[in-house]
Each structure stands twice: as structure tokens, then as C-alpha cells.
């Protein structure tokens, strides 16, 4: 299983929420939640057209909560072909990296 390091993203959440832990709770999550969904959306994903849509859903994601582990692994989703499962395993990994460390 390869790990991803998610230190700047975590740091960024945290600095995001300051000392309120009850906020970086919440940012976590809602980075989680909508990773997942668009994780989700990439296994769906049968035609170009929405292969290329949910890559750049998560590349926005990524973007905006400064991830650059997973902006590059999105960038390996715009650059594969619709379904291609292992980008999706690794955008997996990165997501089951990042939910298992205390927030």
C-alpha cells in the first residue's frame, strides 16, 4: 500500500481553523465527504466526457485545500482512460491515509 504524505494538508486545515478544534473537525470532514464523492463519480465514469469532469471536480478539491499529493494524482486521472482502476486505488489510498490520522 503506498502512502501519501498529507502534511501540508493537514497543516492547512489547521491553520484554517486556528485553536477551534470543533472547525477543523468539520473541515476535515467535509474534505472527506467530498472526496468521496468524487472518487465515487470516477468509478461511475464511463465516457471521456464524465471521466474528465470528476478529474477536475477533484483536482478543484485538491486545489483548494492545497493537497499536492492529490493534485498530482488527479492530474494522473486526466491524463488516464475513463475507469482506469488504478488511479482510482491510489486516490483511495490517499483518502484512507488521510482519514485515519487524528485531525
Excluded at 29 to 37: E, H, K, N, Q, V
Excluded at 43 to 68: E, Y
Amino acid at each position: 500500500m503506498m502512502l501519501y504524505e498529507n502534511g501540508a494538508l493537514d497543516a492547512n486545515l489547521a491553520a484554517a481553523a486556528g485553536d477551534d478544534a470543533a472547525l477543523l473537525a468539520e473541515l476535515r470532514g467535509a474534505f472527506i465527504d467530498s472526496l468521496t464523492r468524487q472518487i465515487d463519480l470516477l468509478k461511475r465514469s464511463r465516457c471521456d466526457a464524465n471521466w474528465d469532469v470528476a478529474a477536475m471536480r477533484l483536482k478543484g478539491l485538491a486545489t483548494s485545500f492545497h493537497a499536492s499529493d492529490l493534485i498530482v494524482l488527479a492530474d494522473e486521472a486526466v491524463n488516464s482512460a475513463p475507469g482506469e482502476p488504478t488511479v482510482v486505488r491510489k486516490i483511495e489510498a490517499f483518502l484512507a491515509d488521510f482519514a485515519r490520522r487524528p485531525g
